[in-house]
């Protein structure tokens, strides 16, 4: 079991970075892989971005296309933590992000933080 807490959420300019985290309880965290996903405001909620559990994989790292080259993902296995930098914001992004875990063919999510990106 895996339990996910986000935090880092807040308003920002657009233009403007904003650094999330997700500190994960449970011994699973360092063999889970993890992501951030959001939902804004009357739409599904969308994939942002991923992070493999193992580190030769070559996709590590995954990024949907509205972010690449904007966002950064990274973990931290001693720490049990996942963070995401968020660089270059825009409206667009404004969403509540929610941390995921995946283990063992098992999901697991956060309560979810807002990001508000004013224009």
């Known amino acids: 079991q895996v339990q996910l807490v986000e935090s880092g959420g807040g308003l920002v300019q657009a233009g403007g970075s904003l650094r999330l985290s997700c500190a994960a309880s449970g011994r699973a965290f360092s063999s889970s892989a993890m992501g951030w996903f959001r939902q804004a405001t009357g739409k599904e909620r969308e994939f942002v971005t991923s992070?493999?559990?193992?580190?030769?994989?070559?996709?590590?790292?995954y990024y949907a296309d509205s972010v690449k080259g904007r966002f950064t993902i990274s973990r931290d296995n001693a720490k049990n933590t996942v963070t995401l930098q968020m660089n270059s914001l825009k409206p667009e992004d404004t969403a509540v992000y929610y941390c995921s875990a995946s283990h063992i063919g098992r999901n697991y999510w956060g309560q979810g933080t807002q990001v508000t990106v004013s224009s």
């Open positions: 992070i493999s559990w193992d580190p030769s994989r070559t996709d590590y790292f």
